[in-house]
């Protein structure tokens, strides 16, 4: 099992920037072979935005690529979403992801972007 806390989230204006944080804790942590950040904004599915995999090259959404960096640190378990240059469009709720197998979901946290 593994549990995941968010945090970071908040209203920015565009053009700002924000770091979301993600830690993992439980007793199959060390399990854990995938972390990442998806959204979702009302009505739509939730999408991923950026995933780190053990053995695999980083993913990130077409839209994320260039703004976007995701950072692991395995020993801590956590990862953390910085998203430069925000927009209005990258309102959503962001949620932190983790698999061993099984997939584990954060609370979600809001990001607001508005002038």
């Known amino acids: 099992q593994v549990q995941l806390v968010e945090s970071g989230g908040g209203t920015v204006r565009p053009g700002e920037t924000l770091t979301l944080s993600c830690a993992a804790s439980?007793?199959?942590?060390?399990?854990?072979?995938?972390m990442g950040w998806f959204r979702q904004v009302p009505g739509k599915e939730r999408e991923p935005v950026a995933i780190?995999?053990?053995?695999?090259?980083?993913y990130y959404r077409d839209s994320a690529k260039g703004r976007v960096t995701i950072a692991r640190d395995n020993a801590k378990t956590t990862v953390d979403l910085q998203m430069d240059n925000l927009q209005p469009e990258d309102t959503a709720v962001y949620y932190c992801?983790?698999?061993?197998?099984?997939?584990?979901w954060g609370q979600g946290t809001q990001v607001t972007v508005s002038s």
């Open positions: 439980g007793r199959t942590t060390s399990s854990i072979y995938a």
């Open positions: 992801n983790a698999s061993d197998g099984e997939w584990y």
């Open positions: 780190s995999a053990i053995g695999l090259n980083t």
